[in-house]
């Protein structure tokens, strides 16, 4: 196992921590967390965006985005949790498959991205998303009247693509900027939008589809 593969996986085990610490504990721990990561997430968008069109662009999703991730905690934490599990599993996903069975690549913006990795983000999307919402069945019930197969499997669908989406949009616009990573927060990852690129376009989504299904 190389150093940088050690580095990522130890720096990935205390975000997730952190993460699920300031989700469950909710409240002033919860909003705090996600103003820091709103004001992080600004600052690298500023030195990745060139234009200042651009940057009010990223600056309204990222708003957008951070307003609805405190809406959906509070409404419903099991179907926060729920979206980021399932951008969490489809990121595990790409990253195992691709690394494993490598083959044909996905896109120029991102040289690493391939088809089997997109493959693998689908189906351990599908696996592990799935296994949480049967465990969690009745508190989806809440906000979902009637929870279907084919509606989980829809909502994975689409937070998964969402997800992989935006980790290419923001590939796109490192590629423009020259440069490698977003920042250097995180050690083994690069920059906090390196880390959270899915998750911001997810969760609006995630917003929208939970109004719909409701």
């Not at 999703?61 to 489809?90: D, G, K, P, W």
């Not at 490192?174 to 899915?198: Q, Y």
């Amino acid at each position: 196992m190389s150093r940088n593969l050690i580095t990522r996986l130890i720096t990935s085990i205390i975000i997730i921590f952190l993460s699920f610490f300031f989700i469950i504990k909710g409240n002033f721990l919860f909003v705090f967390f996600l103003i820091s990561l709103y004001l992080l997430s600004i600052v690298e968008w500023f030195y990745l965006s060139k234009k200042i069109v651009l940057f009010i662009l990223g600056l309204f999703l990222l708003t957008f985005s951070f307003f609805t991730a405190y809406s959906l905690r509070v409404e419903n934490i099991f179907y926060f949790i729920f979206i980021i599990t399932v951008c969490a599993s489809s990121d595990i996903g790409g990253y195992i498959f691709g690394k494993l069975f490598k083959g044909p690549k996905l896109t120029k913006i991102s040289p690493n991205k391939t088809y089997s990795g997109m493959i693998g983000s689908f189906f351990l999307a599908f696996i592990i998303g799935n296994a949480y919402v049967k465990y969690f069945y009745d508190y989806f019930q809440i906000f979902i009247v009637n929870v279907e197969l084919y509606i989980i499997l829809l909502l994975i669908f689409f937070i998964s693509v969402t997800n992989q989406i935006g980790d290419l949009i923001i590939s796109y616009f490192k590629r423009k900027a020259n440069v490698k990573d977003t920042g250097k927060i995180l050690p083994g990852h690069g920059g906090l939008l390196d880390r959270i690129d899915g998750i911001i376009f997810a969760i609006p989504l995630s917003y929208i589809l939970k109004l719909l299904f409701q």
